[in-house]
C-alpha cells in the first residue's frame, strides 16, 4: 500500500517524511516559494514547494496547478506554531494526480444558494459542507453508540411500505408491480412490531415526506433515528431523547472542535446542553403565548411561531408534551387522566431551530385504534398486521422520532436543515 498521511496525524510526524495525497485548496507563489494549501478530508497543511528543491518540472507544475485539482506531496514535517495545525510541509516532492480541465466552478467568492445547490457535487469540497458532514457523520455515531450501550437493537424498517402513519397528505406513492405503495413517511409502525420481539429497537434510515413547504426546516428524504421501548412511558421517552441529544452534542464538542470553529458555531449555547431538559406542557406553553404575537387558542397546533417563542424563554432544548389529541397521529396514546390530551412529546430546539424529535405512548386499545382509523377514513386492510400486534400480546410500548438533519443544522448553526444533508432532496430538487 502507497504510503498516505492524515493531515490530522502530521503533528506527531515533526521531523519524519510524509506523504499527503489530497487537493490543491489555495495557492500562492512568491519568487523561489510556491505556498500549496493541500486538503486531505482530515484537515489542511501547508506544503512549501521551493525552487530547486525539487525538479524545475515540478516546481512549475506546483505554480500552474488549478485550485481542486488532486496532488501527492512528500515532505518533512516542519513545526511551525503559526499555521493551523501547527505544522507544515518542506516539499521535496510533488506530482499532479489529476488535473482541473478548467477553473473550478466554486470559488471562494459569495455565490448564490441556487448555484450551489446546482453544483452540490462540487460545493461538498468547501469547508462549510465538509464540516457539517463531519458533523453529521460524528452525531450519527454517537445516537447509536448511546442506544447500543443501553441495550437497543439495532432493527431496518423497510422504504416501501402499504400504509401512511404520518397523515396521507405528504406520501409519495410509488406503483409497486401494479399495486400502490408508498415511501416509508417512519419506521416507527415496524419498530412496535420488533419491540414485542426484542424489547428496546431503533431504527435508523431514510424516510419521506411529500411536503410541499418550503420552509427551513423541511426536507422531502430526511434520516430519522427511531427507537421503540416495550413498556416504556412517556417519561422514559423524555428522558431517552435528553440523553441521546446530550450524548451527540457532547461528543461533536469533544471531537469536532475543527468543524464547529470552521462553522463560526457557538460553543457555549452548545455546552449548555445538559439533561435535564426543561419539561413543559402544552397547556403551560399556551399560557407563555398569551398576549404574543405566536397566541393561539387551545386545540390548535404549534407551528414555527408558537416553537420558537416558547424555545426563546430557555438556554437548551425544551420537552413539550400533552399536546391536543385531535391534532396528533392517530397512534399516539390519550392521556387516562385526560383524554383531551395525548401522552405525546416533542423536543423544540433553542435559536428557531424547532421540533427535533416528536414521540411518546402508542395507544394499545385495539377498539380505540379501529376507531382511529375509521375516522380518519385510513385504509383499515393496510393496517390489519399493526392492528394485529395489539390482538396477540403486545404490551405498551413508547418511542420518538429525531430528525437527523435538523438536529445537525441546530447543532451546526446552518440556516437550513438542507445544508446538512450531502445532497438534500426538496419540493424542487433532486439534482444532482
Ligand atoms: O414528528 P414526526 O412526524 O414523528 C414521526 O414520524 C413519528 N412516527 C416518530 C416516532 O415516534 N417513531 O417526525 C419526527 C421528526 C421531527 O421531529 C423532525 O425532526 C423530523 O422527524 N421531520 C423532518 N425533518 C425534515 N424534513 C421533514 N419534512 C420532516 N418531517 C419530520
Ligand atoms: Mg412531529
Redesign the pocket.
Known sequence: MAQRDSIRDLAQKVGQTAVVRGWVYHRRTAGKLCFLEVRDGSGVVQAVVKKGAVPDAQFEAADKVRLESSVAVTGTVRADPRAAGGVELSVSDLQVVSACVADFPVGKKEHGIGFLMEERHLYLRSRRPWATLRVRAEVERALREWLDAAGYTAVDAPIFTPSA??GTANLFRVDYFGEPAFLS????LY?EAAAQSLGKVYCFGPTF?A?KSKTR????E?W?L?P?IAFGDLDEVMSVMESVVSHAVSRVLERCRPELEALGRDVAALERVKPPFPRVSYDDALEMLKGTPAEIPWGEDFGAPQEDAVSAKFDRPILVHRFPTKIK?FYMKPDPARPEVVLGC?CVAPDGYG?????GERASDLAYLEHKIAEENLPKAAYEWYLDLRRYGACPSA?????L??TVSWICGLDH?REAAAFPRTLHRVYP
Do not use: K, N, S
Request: net charge negative; glycine share 18%.
Open positions: 402513519a404520518e413517511q417512519t419506521g416507527q419498530m415526506r411536503e426546516r423541511h426536507l422531502t430526511f430519522m427511531e421503540e397521529a416533542d421540533e427535533l424529535i416528536g414521540g418511542g420518538f422520532g429525531l430528525g438533519e435538523r436543515a
